[in-house]
């Protein structure tokens, strides 16, 4: 049984839908996660939201055994936290960076990553389609 790719999603994304619809669209995160699994038949996914930073790290250790890639939309941690970028340093397979909006269009404080250094690839501004794009990219074979 190949291992599953980790959907891996951080805080406030539990609100899509209704969170700031002008911005974020008004796909909630269920629809997503089931465009995830509708675009990769044959790959078993991992799809999982927590609002708490040590959560968050805590799924990509346990990626390091358990899944082949990791696609993370890490909302506002993005912009703020080390632990989470020190913990995907030790990740071994391919990491695509999702960000439902173009982080760079926006506000000041959206504009540096910590994760994208350590990202195989970024995808910003596609809105839910750019879940799609990434798991099918790591169901695909990108290397990390
Ligand atoms: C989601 C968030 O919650 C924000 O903190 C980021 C990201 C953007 C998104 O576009 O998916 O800035």
Known sequence: ???PIFVLNGPNLNRLGTREPHIYGTTNLADIEAMCRAEVPGHAIDFRQT??????VEWVQEAIESACGIVINPAGYSFTSIALLD??????????EVHISNIHK?????HRSYVSPV???VIAGLGPAGYRAAVRAIAEGVRS
């Open 119 to 121: 990202a195989t690839a």
């Open 51 to 56: 609002n708490h930073e040590g959560e968050l």
């Open 106 to 110: 926006r506000e000041a404080h959206y």
């Open 87 to 96: 913990s995907l340093k030790m990740f071994p397979g391919p990491i695509v």
């Open 1 to 3: 049984m190949s291992k």
